[in-house]
């Protein structure tokens, strides 16, 4: 794997399992949001800043897919990626595993560049640039800065 | 049991269980939540109409007693009584049960009233009115499971 | 609308916001689990009743389009509709919305069909046939919003 | 403060807020779950074992005081500490602050010690050694182990 990845570990709790002890369908999509949260966190560009800055990332598709169960104390790995980077939206692959090479969940979340009123805004330059160097595929030419 | 208790019905689901089978211990205080905004909706005092008049009531404390384990698929009976009714304070209290007479969770939320930016507020008077009918009596005790 | 179709009504609570005063887009799955839960039931095969008969129905792949915020206190709707009906498999689609014809938020699950042990496992013939009116059909697909 | 408290970090995100920008008020419980979790670890104690041996800590009371909003992106601390060692039973008193000197919620949850099929059991005397040193009075003298 290149160096495009942000990595971030999750420790399953209780109140994250359901009846047959796995992880329920809808809570990986808040670990995503954590992981998320920690990935621009640690490209300088927490959501706390940028929602000060009137630029928010609203959710506008989700993708998942489940391969395997967490099980309650398991410790899993979420791998971030930019999937795309367009001149008003963002959408982000994620991989979520116990052990390497064993993925459990795959995921997509697509998301639009707004302001806190909900008009569609253009990713700011910087924050294009922080995301630029965690985009997975060769495609950069797709990208409109 | 005499004519000041609010009922609320609750179907539980997946989502609400853990490892186990049983409702996740927080989750009785989402279900608390529903079935006080259907008492206040019932008693003609929406939470949503009480916001727009700058009226809100943050809980303040909460106690639950957790005495038998709801499953999945029970439909859970949610009483509601008015526990204390002060001028700036409100509190109910809860009894959850699958059958009559076996109560499963006991509880208590304590709520402040106050305006949107956190002052404390007197309760209005037609809020007191209508909560009045429900305040518990050490008869009713007897009388409930 | 055609006969094909089961509605949920949901009544959306505090739990389910999150800053901004929308439902928290990992909330809609629990709705969904819950809708499809009451859809089961309606058609005389509850999930507790094939779980007794080694039935389960994982979730194998989620898919949401958000297209606009559901507020607290909306009653949403929840339509269901049988996507895919397959040997081992069968996938639900989902169209929430608050008032006819201005759906916030489209969904699709896809689930195995597997013993509790968690082989795949053909759906019995009654619960195919129990589904099958509710397959939507292009016709149906041009008729709703 | 003494050596006797375990100290736990949490990360708000936007799946625990709710409307007006603060932790709903039955998140705080999932919260306490993980900082439990990490002590139960931290002490060489951790739940997944204790359930291998037969020994299950269900929660039969919880009592929260919210004395402040907890918002997105603080960062909390979670002390715990032993408030009860008895024989068959345990509690634990909670402090969660955003800065020290300022406690934003306090907690107690009492636990019972059972097997898995539900019936009270002793305490396990290592569990009850590694629990003794964070006993937060000094009435040692009521602890049974």
């Known amino acids: 794997m290149g160096?495009?990845?942000?990595?971030?570990?999750?420790r399953v709790t209780y109140a994250e399992c359901t009846v047959g002890n796995h992880i329920y369908y809808s809570r990986y999509l808040d670990i995503l949001e954590a992981a998320r949260g920690e990935f621009f966190r640690q490209i300088g560009q927490p959501f706390a800043r940028l929602q000060q800055e009137d630029i928010?990332?609203?959710v506008t598709e989700v993708r998942l897919r489940y391969k395997g169960a967490a099980r309650y104390d398991d410790v899993l790995t979420v791998e971030v990626r930019v999937a795309e980077l367009a001149r008003v939206r963002v959408a982000f692959s994620y991989a979520i595993f116990r052990e390497p090479g064993s993925?459990?969940?795959?995921?997509?979340?697509?998301?639009?560049?707004?302001s806190t009123d909900d008009k569609l805004k253009r990713?700011?330059?910087d924050l294009c640039a922080a995301l630029r160097r965690f985009?997975?595929?060769p495609a950069d030419e797709r990208v409109t800065g």
């Open 123 to 125: 990713l700011p330059a």
């Open 103 to 114: 993925v459990l969940v795959e995921a997509v979340t697509v998301h639009a560049c707004a």
């Open 3 to 10: 160096p495009n990845v942000f990595r971030h570990l999750h």
């Open 135 to 137: 985009v997975e595929t």
């Open 56 to 58: 928010i990332l609203p």
